[in-house]
């Protein structure tokens, strides 16, 4: 069984994300780099983690935090080197975490080799055909080829110029005009994502994200309206079944894929076994706050999972959303992807006493978990990071009205009173490339070490206990009856998560033991907003 288990190591992994340029600065130049990572293995070891997933790494002008890549099989060289990449995956393996890189198959940057040779070779050529370039519509070919939106905001095509300095054609781009979409019909294109797969597998990478899964293959005539013009399609299937070919080739390599899907039969199409090992689940993180939509929404997600066997998983946060002590202290406590609501009033103390519930819920929960950098320091959105220093392209694509993501991905901070807060060497350069808040003085990693009630001692004996129930890591769930406005389930014969949503204190089940609670018991009660896990009594037959 444990031999099985670390085989499909997925399926129950806690996994960390690293936003690389925020996470710590090796060299001093106010940008997160490898050198940094490599620093913080140990930390990463003792928090409890099993994986570490990378967001982009590649050289990468940056238009998109590195989601536009300029070449698939190198590192970014402010982030380090490729000989950087590989100690640092073998430091990791040495550390026991696995190494999970995100791929960009849906498009590249406009610096990509690819796409400068098609801007030169000029309209009908085969370098253009790996794209999607056609000629506008109107007298003079001034309208674009139609009229689909960028994901960002704006139209989702941009003009293109001929040698001779006039309007040419126009090329797609789903996402900035600094990321053109590939044309997945085209074989060449199929087959260059099977050598970047191989490439970073022969490199000891256990798992790879795969950047907007759902997007990649696009009506041939572009013709049909968005978004069912390029969203799910069903020949995007025969991609995934070629990728998991070569990932059962190599054993153990988990393929995940960033899938954001309503359609919940839809999506679960995308973990049959012979396509994606797991794939996110956002409807957990979206999810309020509240009891009856939290339980509705863990049912639904795994009654979804369940027939085609693969595991959940569950995601409190990321580098794309709003971090969840801001939005748990917000009288809306709902999440959408259409509406940041950057500035809305919160009450942060609340919101960090359900994000401590929330760890608890989410690790004990059936299948995978993410922890997103930060998350395990109780840190908050950052709102008011001044606009001229904001670099999420939604800020400008939304014509300034959407701020944009840049409030996720503050550099964390590590030790000190003040910034850098050991973001940056003593001798750095430069200041952290998004200013961090005053207010992190209390938020540090160092300052949190020995603080026995601190949020990332929480993580720690979380993470530890969940490794140590292998309940935790195989079984199933099975809902109970904890009393009015508790979430409880128990996993296996006698562990149990409980967490009160209700507003009155919650007695524990008889005879059970406490093993973790998100904050103090009141009269051996636990209080509203808080979570526990508890070794239950045995039940007699
Ligand atoms: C990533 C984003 C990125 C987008 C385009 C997403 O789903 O998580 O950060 O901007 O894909 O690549």
Not at 7 to 16: D, G, L, V
Not at 94 to 120: K, M, Q, T
């Amino acid at each position: 069984m444990a031999e099985k288990n670390s085989e499909q190591w997925w399926r129950s992994a806690a996994i960390y994300q690293v936003y690389i340029r925020s996470f710590a600065d090796g060299n001093g130049d106010g940008i997160g780099d490898l050198d940094g990572v490599r620093a913080q293995l140990p930390y990463l070891a003792e928090l409890g983690v099993d994986a570490i997933w990378f967001n982009p790494w590649y050289p990468s002008p940056m238009a998109d935090g590195g989601y536009d890549v300029a070449d698939y099989r190198d590192i970014n060289a402010a982030f380090g080197t490729l000989a950087e990449a590989e100690k640092l995956i073998a430091d990791a393996h040495g550390y026991g975490l696995r190494i999970i890189i995100d791929i960009v198959p849906n498009h590249c940057s406009d610096e990509h080799r690819w796409f400068r040779a098609a801007l030169a070779a000029g309209p009908g050529s085969p370098e253009r055909a790996r794209f999607w370039f056609r000629p506008g519509r109107g007298g003079d070919g001034e309208l674009p080829p139609n009229d689909w939106t960028s994901i960002f905001g704006g139209p989702a095509w941009t003009r293109t110029t001929d040698e001779d300095g006039t309007p040419g054609e126009w090329y797609l781009h789903l996402f900035a005009p600094q990321q053109p979409d590939f044309n997945w019909d085209h074989p060449e294109v199929r087959q260059e994502f099977e050598a970047v797969l191989r490439f970073w597998f022969d490199r000891g990478v256990d798992g790879v994200r795969i950047d907007s899964a759902a997007l990649l293959t696009k009506d041939p005539e572009l013709a049909e309206p968005a978004p069912s013009a390029f969203t799910d399609r069903d020949d995007v299937h025969a991609i995934y079944r070629s990728w998991r070919r070569i990932a059962d080739e190599y054993g153990s390599r988990a393929l995940i894929g960033e899938v954001w899907m309503p359609d919940v039969e839809r999506f679960t199409r995308y973990l049959r076994s012979d396509e994606l090992h797991v794939a996110f689940n956002f409807d957990f993180l979206c999810c309020a706050w509240e009891l009856d939509r939290l339980r509705a929404v863990i049912d639904a997600t795994l009654a979804s999972h369940a027939p085609v066997g693969a595991p959940a998983t569950w995601v409190l946060s990321n580098h794309d959303v709003v971090r969840h002590v801001t939005r748990y202290g917000r009288a809306n406590t709902a999440f959408g992807m259409a509406d940041r609501r950057i500035g809305e009033p919160a009450d942060l103390v609340l919101g960090e006493q359900r994000a401590r519930a929330a760890a608890l819920l989410s690790l004990a929960l059936p299948g995978g978990v993410y922890v997103y950098q930060g998350d395990e320091l109780g840190l908050a959105e950052v709102e008011d990071l001044p606009d001229e220093l904001r670099q999420d392209p939604i800020f400008s694509r939304s014509g300034y009205t959407d701020k944009g993501r840049d409030g996720c991905r503050v550099p964390v901070p590590w030790s000190g009173i003040h910034p850098p807060f050991g973001f940056s060497p003593e001798q750095a350069t430069a200041a952290p490339w998004l200013p961090q808040p005053q207010s992190w003085a209390r938020r540090t990693a160092a300052g949190q070490d020995t603080d026995p009630n601190s949020m990332l001692t929480l993580y720690r004996q979380a993470l530890r206990l969940r490794r140590a129930q292998p309940a935790l890591l195989t079984l199933g769930l099975d809902w109970f009856d904890a009393g009015e406005g508790a979430l409880a389930f128990r996993r296996g014969p006698d562990f149990a998560c409980v967490i009160n949503l209700g507003d009155t204190p919650l007695a524990l089940p008889a005879g059970a033991t406490l093993l973790l609670a998100s904050g103090p018991l009141l009269d051996g009660q636990l209080p509203t907003e808080t979570g526990a896990w508890l070794r239950l009594a045995p039940t007699r037959e």
